[in-house]
Antibody, heavy 123, light 108 residues
Framework: QLQLQESGPGLVKPSETLSLTCTVSGGSFSSYYWSWIRQPPGKGLECIGYIYYSGTTNYNPSLKSRVTISVDTSKNQFSLKLSSMTAADTAVYYC?????????????????WGQGTLVTVSS | SSELTQDPAVSVALGQTVRITCQGDSLRSYYASWYQQKPGQAPVLVIYGKNNRPSGIPDRFSGSSSGNTASLTITGAQAEDEADYYCDSRDSSGNHQVFGGGTKLTVL
């Protein structure tokens, strides 16, 4: 059973760069898209971006200038860097596998998800 | 504001049927997927694509799509179905995934 686990600091200072890693275990890492999603406290979900196992990336336009997602296939890991952090970036950060299907029209879905990690931006 | 619009809150009597909707122009070209999220937990996929249920999701959950609206229907809502529900699909450009704002379901 595929499992994802986020790791990284729970506290980041304003203006600093957040670095999180997602470790994938129990299944195949190749030939899939891997995503980062966040959820501010009491608010909805927001896609940050994804990376294909080969390294191709796609970022949310609203975060693109601050986001870098990278992959390490030798460790079955992918990572998120988000620069110039502010209080508005305080959120639970999830990693998830992004899947693609087609049945008369295309569709995507996120499954499975990691448990999430709370990142607080504060001095 | 999200490109996918959901009602913020919906309620249903125990055992009755409830439909949660998600509206957006991109839904004319892409199916939505649906997630259930309970407090303090990660979202769980309940419906994806035309009307696919992951293993372990009860068959009282179903999905449908018409025009610019995707719907998640719970037939015979149970107390444990009380949760936030999010739809997800493509944005209007088709290049990025977006979530709806979420619907809080209360089972009375």
């Amino acid at each position: 059973q595929l499992q994802l686990q986020e790791s990284g600091p729970g506290l980041v200072k304003p203006s600093e760069t957040l670095s999180l890693t997602c470790t994938v275990s129990g299944g195949s890492f190749s030939s899939y898209y891997w995503s980062w999603i966040r959820q501010p406290p009491g608010k909805g979900l927001e896609c940050i971006g994804y990376i294909y196992y080969s390294g191709t990336t796609n970022y949310n336009p609203s975060l693109k200038s601050r986001v870098t997602i990278s992959v390490d296939t030798s460790k079955n890991q992918f990572s998120l860097k988000l620069s110039s952090m502010t209080a508005a970036d305080t959120a639970v950060y999830y990693c998830a596998r992004s899947n693609i299907g087609y049945d008369s029209r295309p569709y995507n879905w996120f499954d499975p998800w990691g448990q999430g990690t709370l990142v607080t931006v504060s001095s | 504001s999200s490109e996918l619009t959901q009602d913020p809150a919906v309620s249903v009597a125990l055992g009755q049927t409830v439909r949660i909707t998600c509206q957006g122009d991109s839904l004319r070209s892409y199916y939505a997927s649906w997630y259930q999220q309970k407090p303090g937990q990660a979202p769980v996929l309940v419906i994806y694509g035309k009307n696919n249920r992951p293993s372990g999701i009860p068959d009282r959950f179903s999905g449908s799509s018409s025009g610019n609206t995707a719907s998640l229907t719970i037939t015979g809502a149970q107390a444990e179905d009380e949760a936030d529900y999010y739809c997800d699909s493509r944005d209007s450009s088709g290049n990025h995934q977006v979530f709806g704002g979420g619907t809080k379901l209360t089972v009375l």
